[in-house]
């Protein structure tokens, strides 16, 4: 009875109301999923809440780019066809295993060879090597497949670690023997592995894809230049297709599932309550991050844009043509010139780290960057060591993306890069969203 | 009335030293926790530790030297329940502030503590008005009694500090 009395005392009950608060916040912050929006709600002509990211089922309106399964993108009232982005659950994403020259490992349930876009009808995709022989993609037998394990932790705002997160399951692209992958796809693809230098291209219609895999700062840095015919090639991607705050999936199941044949990490928006997020045409959150927030806002004629949130609304930007604005940062070059110096940092990140940035050369002609970090073959990169690599390659406007575990780059079916939290194990790592071209 | 009084036998004290034991807790917490930020940095994180260093145990350590009058139950708990409510937030910003994450969660938490804190404060400077710094106020109280946690084995008589005005009061001790 005295100690009853003694445990129903305030300070035993405040202790464990505390404690339970705090797992409740921890929770909410890492772990429960909200604020979501199916895309397969906007298609059927929903319109999104800026605040809330919820559909209320009405009639699309004009300021909005409609889903293209219907065969037009409208925005601003205006018609324009092709692009926009096509819901992945109606699994009409397929692929035929064409061949490529040159040849290259590659796991395939098909028998390896990099994946078509079979959607549009156009042709398989032709890749080479700079020595046109037979020869290991960049990260050689040990390529990183879309991994089947629980997801890691993902990537902090400022490229640091941070939570745990159960993955979502998913299903996993079939692999071919002899390229290092275990069948069950674990050991020996969670060994960081030493990548080639070399080139890798892929051409189709529309479509011209340069990878440059080469080593600076001690860092191998994978270098992505993108051609595009039609600048609504470059479209964004969701986790599950799915807006919403801790909604994550791997860059390359995304990927996968959206045929992408370039695709990098984006800039995990899912991690925050704030930053603009405009994907594919849609507003899905207007709320300002921080003053001097910069974020990257690519526009229908495939410009690029380096803004501050305090300075223009989400709206403004939907408004000006906006159909992409990625909040992470901070923006690397503008009109060819370093925007960062040694000094900067993201969020009192760590100078040297695995980076993903994107950058445009013009209208049509992107570059997409990751680097390696944190293991022995690669220190990783810092802001303005990213910033000379993106104006090495000829960027007018880069900006950074979310970086550390989170950085990734699958190209032709593959994952290319060394993903890693702590640089002992790679291991890829959930994200919210991803950029890409196809 | 019955007036319920705290065991107040170096009660500042023993607050103090809980109060430095969790403090030092915090502050290995705090080493521990950058040692896996990859030299991300918070603020919240860095001087999580002096928050129960500087509002409890310095205050403890204030009150027990000097022989201030001590706070009455609800304003020292009041006070107590704000700092660990503040201590607890600061932790979670800090934890936020490293993995670029946020919860609206943690800004509530924060307000609770400011609240209790302020509260708890407000609370002991009414009861030294009201005691008018001459300690406990009993003026009409017919019992004083023992708070029922507290171990009355062996006591043969429960006084009063010296400055409680006692007169016309009759004492007697309230078992459990």
Known sequence: MKIIKRLISWTPIYSLLLVAYTVFTLLDAFVIPHDMVKLSALEEGGEVSAATGETDGSTEKGDRHKPSGSGDATTDGSTEKGGGHKPSGSGDATTDGSSGKGGRHKPSGNGGGPRSRSEDGSSGGESTTSDGETRRRPGGEGSHKPSEKPGGRKESADGTESGGRQKPSRTKSSEGGGNGASDDGTDAQTAVKTPETGTDTYSSDGLTVKLTTKKVNDTYVYVADVVVEDVDSLQAGLAEDTFGRNVSEDTSVIAERLSAVLAINGDYYGFRNAGYVIRNGYLYREKASSDDQEDLVIYKDGSFEIINESEVTAKELLEKGAVQVYSFGPGLVSDGKAMVTAGDEVDKAMSSNPRTAIGMVEAGHYVFVVSDGRTEDSEGLSLAELADVMIDAGCKVAYNLDGGGSSTMYFKGEIVNNPTTNGNRVDERSVSDIVYVK | ?176
């Open chain 2, 1 to 176: 009335m019955t007036l319920f009084t705290l065991n107040n036998d170096n009660l500042m004290k023993r607050t103090g030293k809980v109060a430095f034991v969790f403090a030092v807790i915090l502050a290995i917490f705090t080493v521990v926790y950058y040692q896996f930020s990859h030299n991300v940095y918070s603020d919240y994180m860095t001087y999580l530790a002096l928050i129960p260093f500087l509002a409890v145990c310095v205050p403890a350590f204030i009150f027990e030297r000097l022989n201030l009058p001590l706070p009455g139950y609800y304003s020292y708990h009041l006070y107590l329940s704000g700092i660990a409510a503040l201590t607890v937030s600061s932790g979670l910003r800090g934890i936020f502030d490293i993995a670029g994450n946020d919860s609206v969660y943690q800004v509530y938490l924060a307000a609770f503590g400011a609240v209790c804190t302020i509260s708890g404060v407000v609370l002991y400077v009414i009861e030294r008005i009201k005691g008018k710094g001459k300690g406990v106020n009993v003026e009409g109280i017919k019992e004083i009694g023992v708070r029922e946690d507290v171990n009355v084995e062996g006591v043969k008589e429960i006084g009063v500090r010296e400055d409680v005005n006692v007169e016309d009061a009759s004492v007697k001790v309230v078992e459990e």
